[in-house]
């Protein structure tokens, strides 16, 4: 079976352009995440999704940042309008039922200049 | 809130020691999991282990076992005989029962020296 999917693996914009990050979960799995990471935070949870609804979006920096999930099989982070400081790898994850294990997709790279 | 703390930045060792990982926790649910992961170099997030707060039996698989004490709320992870493909970071995580987010502790940079 296919893991989690996410594209593009490295994106490099310039600041103060939109950027879309995709992921799709594994299939049958109701929870979608998203996650931030960088040297500085760590690993920290943006947002996720159960069953296609925005379950906690706390860790959401601010109003640039957002997220869908149209259908079970597709979400999209979205940034507008991009700065410098959101360069990290944006790692998409989904698992099966509350509290289990979390399946990772291989990260987007995103620098922005 | 929930918090998990690795107080090891990083770890080198020889290949085929022993290492162990240490992680300690802090959550007021008395329903929660534990988890562990590893980050390679080529930076994909493995899951290694998960484990529920009512089960505190000792964990084998294969070169790696998990010890966990309620007591001291700590969830180690051994290495035995490691490997020169074991360097990689390793995160500890922890979930509330109320919940599904996770805290991911601050990772243990593990690095096998042939």
Request: proline residues 5%; contains cysteine; glycine residues 6%.
């Amino acid at each position: 079976d296919a893991g989690v999917i996410q594209s593009p693996r490295h994106e490099v914009t310039e600041m103060g352009q939109e950027v879309t990050l995709r992921c799709k979960p594994i299939s049958g799995h109701d929870y979608l995440f998203w996650y931030r990471q960088t040297m500085m935070r760590g690993l920290e949870l943006l947002i996720y999704f159960n069953n296609n609804v925005p379950i906690d979006d706390s860790g959401m920096p601010e109003d640039r940042f957002s997220a869908k999930m149209p259908n079970a099989s597709f979400s999209t982070l979205k940034i507008q309008p991009s700065e410098p400081r959101d360069s990290a790898v944006y790692f998409c994850a989904s698992s099966f039922l509350r509290a289990t294990e979390q399946f990772f997709g291989p990260g987007t790279r995103l620098t922005v200049l | 809130a929930q918090k998990v703390t690795q107080a090891q930045t990083e770890i080198s060792v020889v290949e085929k020691e022993d290492v162990t990982l240490d992680c300690v926790y802090e959550t007021r649910d008395t329903t929660y999991y534990l988890f562990w992961y590893k980050q390679p170099p080529s930076g994909e997030l493995v899951f290694l282990i998960r484990r529920n707060s009512f089960d505190e039996q000792n964990e084998i698989s294969g070169r790696y076992s998990w010890n966990f004490q309620k007591s001291t709320s700590s969830f180690n992870f051994t290495i035995t005989a490691s490997q020169v493909v074991d360097s990689a970071v390793y995160f500890c995580a922890l979930s509330e029962g109320s919940g599904s987010r996770l805290t991911f502790g601050e990772g243990t940079q593990l690095t096998v020296n042939p």
